[in-house]
Every structure is written in C-alpha cells, then in structure tokens.
C-alpha cells in the first residue's frame, strides 16, 4: 500500500512557476508508474505528466516543453515543476502511483493561474 501526499499548490501569475511535490509513504524506487493529474472544473482528469522507474517520461502536449516531472528516491518523491504558467493551467492537480495493478491517489493540490 502507498499513501500519497501532493504539496506545492497555490495561486501564481501567468508566466510564474511552481513545484508540486509527491511524497509517498514508501520506497518509490520501484514503482513502474507514477504519474500527475489534473481536473479542472466540470471537465474530466487528465494525465499531464508520467513518470516510469524506467526512467521514461511522458507528457500532454499541452504542457511540453514546460512542464517537468522527476523522481528523488532518496526522498520518495515525485516532482512536477511547471513554468511559464498559464490561466488554462488551473485546476486540482493529483498525483498517482501504480503498484502491484493497484492504482494509487493522493487528495490533490490546487493550483490557480490569474493576474
């Protein structure tokens, strides 16, 4: 079992940056998958960015070339820096982990892009 535990949200001007945080409760040295998120109001969740122990990544096209997703397994966390922030950027962002065909979710973050 992995508990997850997102961090790093809040309010950023267009054009700012930020850094999401995962922490897991375990090891993350040999989850396969591990992944963010995202669900903006009354629209559905959608993968952003995916991160494998493989050491492949992953991305919507949205957010390519911006966004980064990273793993410290000193740590057991997964990143997600973002930059150059947009207003259509904004919603709850989750972090996922797949272990064992069990998928895993932490409770989300919110991150809100206004001028």
């Known amino acids: 079992q992995v508990q997850l535990v997102e961090s790093g949200g809040g309010l950023v001007q267009p054009g700012g940056s930020l850094r999401l945080s995962c922490a897991a409760s375990?090891?993350?040295?040999?989850?396969?998958?591990m992944g963010w998120y995202r669900q903006a109001p009354g629209q559905q969740r959608e993968l952003v960015a995916a991160?494998?122990?493989?050491?492949?990544?992953r991305y919507a096209d949205s957010v390519k070339g911006r966004f980064t997703v990273s793993r410290d397994v000193a740590k057991n966390t997964m990143y997600l820096q973002m930059n150059n922030l947009k207003p259509e950027d904004t919603a709850v962002y989750y972090c996922?982990?797949?272990?064992?065909?069990?998928?895993?979710w932490g409770q989300g973050t919110q991150v809100t892009v206004s001028a």
């Open positions: 991160s494998h122990s493989t050491g492949n990544t």
């Open positions: 996922t982990a797949i272990s064992e065909s069990i998928d895993y």
């Open positions: 375990r090891s993350i040295l040999r989850i396969p998958a």
